[in-house]
């Protein structure tokens, strides 16, 4: 059978004038109407020449491209306004290709669209259902083979290879073992001990008390972070042991996780988010709140580090800090919690 | 039939007189391709501006295999830590890792490297951009409907995998910006009961950041869910290619056909031509315009993060969740449970991408409609269908926004407290709402082509009569219109079943299936029904009359 035939020969599959299968009613196609170029040779013509210059300019525009590339040093800023200071070759090249290939696009578009035939064509579909006795032939087919099989009657094949596939997958999980470590106590512990000297981030100095002016804050690390800056672990343990450093007067410290944690008003308090792991990094002096930024976390450091606002469930773990024979801060144990966000053994 | 029987027979017989010819023969020789061919190259597929926006999501996978095949000769995943020493002078000196560092070579020292590296995240953006719309679309026109239920899985399926392709391609470049989002990532797996630190140390292979996870993360995001994707992507165009295409209700269209224009030459000139319009425009806004700015953010370290935060726009709706649900953790005999990122992490979007998957199950189940649709609907004409889509949008879109309020806070000067407690408020009020809204438009629009129908389109023309009378002369609106407003199936919802027998005995099963009736009704309640051809007669009769009445007050007027 033609795909274009129906069987009830009417082209649009439907009988007086309602759809076979939904019962609407059916208007026919309307008539075709000729465009310019269908009719006037001369539009044909214009049609033509619109088309060969827009691919013909893509050339060109490819050959621009490759001067671009070659001649235009990638270290060259030029400024577009608008758009401020760019590279110049990154512009260039980028200008010069997106534009040919959208040419040979909207030729190729309109060439489809003016010189093309624009008459609509009718299909009629095929039914994606099969035929009772083919579902049938499927049916015998199937059984057939099962019966040849064995497999209903022989019960020890059955179970047994049923048991070996289901085993089989075991060693695809094992073998994924050594992907990592088990979770142990990792995330419980840090490197902070009893007598680690707070040091700034970036610059391992050690940190006096009078180093941070009132209302201030300092972002800190373990001084022994040092020890392994050069090896592969160093980011996991700074992950966990930044802290901050925020000196306020004693007269306004509410509570603390500890008593005598703070010295002198100096409070440190671990950065990282008991969310979601984020660093903590905005802190007012007026309210003593420090807010993460990724969701907003809001977190009372004059009051042991409770949740004011945000998802974080548990407050900030505070260290417990005090000064060396010298004067300057160190800690006077490891946080007493695991820091960061929360897990399912945490507890 | 005939012909391919002979074919058979004879395969060398036909002695081609072209060259393409040759070929041809020389491929059917060997395949015997000419009918598949044949029908490939007369299939019709129907026009509409809006099938084009699957076009746009093929084509830009497509550039994005493209372009990121060109950022893997360059990049390099690994963590480990080097001074940088590279043509960008502001972070000259700097320890890094050689995954970012690689990625700054690719913007600064190699010639084009910027341009498709911005070509790579635009083509994402756009990816992820026309699959949601191209959803939509298939959704409020309900192109999913039998038999395309399984295709509608299919694009569920690359719905996800596309948020998560996306996700591990920004992540890549180990920044400051993208090594927070994977800090966040893997909070959300640690709070997961049970095994979460497990699949934590696994993935990372131990602690976060750690070194393993650029490289194995590096293998998912250009061999695994690019292939997945790839295969997809093809039984889905397959699909929809066996199936062929539905089509607007029109003038000639009906269920058994499709109406429209051959593959070749029209589609092989507009679709391929289309293609390289997509590209074409991708490259040119990835020239002018700069995305992700990586060398801005500065190389990721765990202490340090800047402040307004965003991830790529499809993932703000996960984000914006995390932000809005409130702090709830429960603590039971020794262990955690984070509600507070179970819920909004893993439980809602769980629910929402089921639900999405499900859907054309649901309506059908709902519905009671077992029959095969190739004629799409208009959205007005499924008006429950439509509100439930706009009020999950609304819900979506509240989490996008919310994904904002930092910046909403700082742009507007408002408080963040109640910001966030506004959208807590608006994401309960704000989507049943919706529904009741389009509903109502829906009946309204459906009620209106009614009008048109029956009485014509408002001319706009306005008589005033001698008598003081206002008259507006309507006319019969063109058969096109017609055969379009004309094309509503009127619906038959489920009948009540009795909860008793002819017997009197209650029948157990009846709670069930009374349920369904409801819902049924639910569904096609306030059906408007489509006029009748009697009254189309009859309303037809009635406006000629009233046209002629009109004309010759008309010809009063102009006597006078």
């Not at chain 1, 007012?284 to 809001?298: A, D, E, F, M």
Request: charged fraction near 20%; aromatic fraction near 10%; charge should be neutral.
């Amino acid at each position: 059978m033609n795909e274009l035939e129906h069987p009830t020969g009417d082209p649009y599959g439907a009988k007086d004038g309602k759809d076979l299968v939904s019962g609407i009613s059916v208007f026919p196609m309307e008539p075709h109407v000729p465009r310019k170029a269908d009719i006037d040779p001369k539009a044909a013509r214009r049609a033509e020449r619109q088309v060969a210059t827009m691919f013909g300019l893509s050339s060109l525009l490819i050959i621009a491209f490759v001067v671009a590339f070659v001649k235009i040093p990638n270290t060259t800023l030029i400024t577009i306004p608008i758009i401020g200071v760019v590279n110049a070759n990154h512009v260039a090249i980028g200008f010069t290709f997106g534009l040919s290939i959208l040419l040979i696009g909207i030729g190729a578009i309109h060439w489809a669209k003016k010189l093309m035939p624009d008459e609509e064509v009718v299909q009629a579909r095929h039914a994606l259902t099969s035929p009772d006795e083919e579902r049938k032939e499927v049916e015998s087919s199937f059984k057939r083979g099962a019966a040849e099989s064995g497999f209903k009657e022989r019960k020890i094949i059955r179970r047994s290879l049923l048991g070996a596939l289901a085993l089989f997958p075991v060693p695809l999980v094992v073998l994924l073992r050594d992907l990592g470590p088990l979770p142990g106590t990792r995330l419980r512990e840090t490197i902070w001990e009893e007598g680690i000297h707070l040091v700034t981030d970036a610059t391992y100095r050690k940190i006096k008390a009078s180093d941070i002016p009132l209302g201030g804050l300092i972002n800190a690390v373990p001084e022994n972070l040092l020890e392994i800056e050069h090896e592969e672990e160093n980011l996991n343990q700074r992950g966990k042991a930044s802290i901050i450093v925020v000196r306020m007067d004693p007269a306004d410290i509410v509570s603390q996780q500890g008593q005598d944690w703070d010295y002198q008003g100096v409070l440190a308090f671990s950065k990282i988010c008991t969310h979601l792991g984020c660093p903590t990094s905005l802190y007012q002096q007026r309210t003593h709140h420090l807010l993460c930024p990724c969701h907003q976390s809001t977190f009372d450091l004059s009051d042991s580090g409770y949740v004011v606002f945000g998802p974080a469930a548990r407050r900030m773990p505070q260290l417990a800090i005090t000064v060396d024979a010298e004067g300057y801060l160190v800690a006077q144990s490891g946080f007493n919690q695991p820091v960061g966000p929360s897990f399912w053994e945490r507890g | 039939m005939s012909t391919t029987e002979e074919s058979i027979q004879a395969p060398a017989q036909a002695t081609p007189v072209t060259k393409g010819g040759a070929v041809a023969a020389y491929i059917d020789d060997r395949l015997a391709s000419a009918s598949f061919t044949k029908r490939l190259l007369d299939k019709v597929f129907p026009d509409h501006w809006s099938f084009m926006l699957g076009e746009i999501a093929l084509y830009s996978f497509i550039i994005l295999l493209l372009s990121g095949t060109y950022l893997t000769l360059w990049f390099n995943p690994s963590m480990t830590e080097i001074i940088y020493n590279g043509s960008y002078v502001p972070l000259k000196g700097v320890k890094m890792s050689e995954a970012y560092s690689s990625t700054l070579a690719i913007s600064f020292d190699v010639r084009g490297g910027l341009l498709m590296r911005q070509i790579h995240h635009w083509a994402a953006l756009f990816f992820v951009a026309a699959v949601s719309v191209h959803l939509l679309r298939v959704f409020f026109t309900g192109a999913f409907r039998k038999p395309r239920e399984i295709n509608w899985v299919i694009g569920t399926l690359l719905l996800v995998l596309a948020l998560l392709e996306g996700f591990a391609g920004y992540s890549l470049p180990d920044d400051l910006l993208s090594g927070t989002g994977l800090r966040i990532a893997e909070g959300i797996i640690q709070a997961i009961p049970l095994v979460g630190t497990y699949v934590a140390m696994f993935l990372f292979g131990g602690e976060f950041p750690g070194t393993d996870f650029m490289p194995r993360l590096y293998s998912i995001h250009i061999l695994l869910i690019p292939g997945i994707l790839l295969g997809l992507i093809t039984v889905h165009l397959i699909m929809v290619f066996y199936q062929k295409h539905t089509q607007f209700p029109g003038p000639g269209r009906t269920e058994s056909n499709v109406v429209g224009f051959r593959l070749f030459p029209i589609y092989m000139a507009k679709a391929g031509g289309f293609f390289f319009v997509v590209f074409g425009i991708t490259v040119l806004i990835a020239a002018l315009v700069t995305i992700n700015p990586v060398w801005m953010y500065g190389p990721y370290t765990p202490s340090q993060v800047t402040a307004g935060s965003q991830p790529d726009w499809y993932i703000g709706w996960l984000d914006g969740a995390v932000r809005l649900t409130p702090n709830w953790e429960t603590n039971i005999l020794g262990h955690t449970l984070s509600w507070n990122i179970l819920i909004p992490a893993l439980i809602v979007p769980g629910i929402m991408f089921t639900a999405l998957g499900l859907y054309p199950w649901i309506e059908a189940w709902a519905t009671g409609d077992k029959r095969e649709h190739h004629l799409l609907d208009r959205p007005r004409n499924a008006p429950t269908r439509t509100a439930l889509g706009v009020m999950s949008l609304v819900f979506y879109m509240i989490l996008v926004i919310s994904g904002g309020n930092d910046i909403i806070a700082v742009a507007f000067n408002l408080s963040i407290n109640q910001i966030t407690w506004g959208f807590r408020f608006l994401l309960f009020v704000a989507p049943p709402l919706a529904f009741v809204v389009t509903k109502r438009i829906c009946l309204g629009l459906q009620r209106s082509d009614n009008n048109k129908l029956l009485h014509g389109y408002e001319t706009g023309r306005i008589l005033r009569l001698p008598s003081g009378e206002f008259l507006e002369i309507h006319e019969p609106i063109g058969e096109a219109e017609r055969a379009k407003l004309l094309a509503k199936a009127d619906v038959i919802p489920l009948e009540l079943p009795s909860a008793v027998d002819g017997n009197g005995v209650r029948n157990p099963k009846a709670a069930k299936s009374i349920a369904r009736a409801k819902l049924s009704q639910w569904f096609y309640s306030d059906v408007i029904p489509t006029p009748t051809d009697e009254e189309l007669r009859e309303a037809a009769h009635h406006a000629e009359h009233e046209l002629h009445q009109a004309q010759s007050h008309l010809k009063e007027i102009e006597s006078h």
